[in-house]
T-cell receptor, first 113, second 111 residues
């Protein structure tokens, strides 16, 4: 079983729709949760970063973490064609000074005008 | 401009011919890391470095070497590349190891 599972999609929705992207993780020791966005032929860029359970909002984006269920989500409101990209969830923990960062497979999202 | 610079962007080589992919960051970050990205497998960590002269294996280190002689540079070395190392490679840096800044990637093909 992969430590972080993410539906690879692809996911295609009309402009203006609410998008929900989800990941599950297996290790309850993971402490930090991130969402990265990756445009075609580019490196991933950090979109959202959170430590605790609950919601974190940034503009049209909301990251949600449920540690009891080991479930992380990213919601995109009023989706735009410029949101078309691959979205990767990631989790991180520190073990005796070492950093372990694990990514999901990424979900390819297309927003249709 | 704060950035992580990888070179080259594209590289085609043959089996067994040693190669180095360079990575440099101008943000004075202590943490640097290398990933490979393959379809269906996502990003997998190859090696990481917490500081100068401190490196450690990630999830898929076999066939790779790294060095961290200076804070800004973290080259990835393939001593004897094989076709299964054909992949898209990313270098990343971070102040703490969580909020990563990625380079633009190196597409490597080993024939």
């Amino acid at each position: 079983q992969k430590e972080v599972e993410q539906d690879p999609g692809p996911l295609s929705v009309p402009e203006g729709a609410i998008v929900s992207l989800n990941c599950t993780y297996s290790n309850s020791a993971f402490q930090y949760f991130m969402w990265y966005r990756q445009y075609s032929r580019k490196g991933p860029e950090l979109l959202m970063y959170t430590y605790s359970s609950g919601n974190k909002e940034d503009g049209r984006f909301t990251a949600q973490v449920d540690k009891s269920s080991k479930y992380i989500s990213l919601f995109i409101r009023d989706s735009q064609p410029s949101d078309s990209a691959t979205y990767l969830c990631a989790t991180r923990l520190s073990i005796q000074g070492a950093q372990k960062l694990v990514f999901g497979q990424g979900t390819r999202l297309t927003i249709n005008p | 401009e704060a950035q992580v610079t990888q070179n080259p962007r594209y590289l085609i080589t043959v089996t067994g011919k040693k190669l180095t992919v360079t990575c440099s960051q101008n943000m004075n970050h202590e943490y640097m890391s290398w990933y490979r990205q393959d379809p269906g497998l996502g990003l997998r960590q190859i090696y990481y470095s917490m500081n100068v002269e401190v490196t450690d294996k990630g999830d898929v280190p076999e066939g790779y070497k790294v060095s961290r002689k200076e804070k800004r540079n973290f080259p990835l070395i393939l001593e004897s590349p094989s076709p299964n190392q054909t992949s898209l490679y990313f270098c990343a840096s971070s102040l703490t190891g969580a909020k990563l800044f990625f380079g633009s990637g190196t597409q490597l093909s080993v024939l």
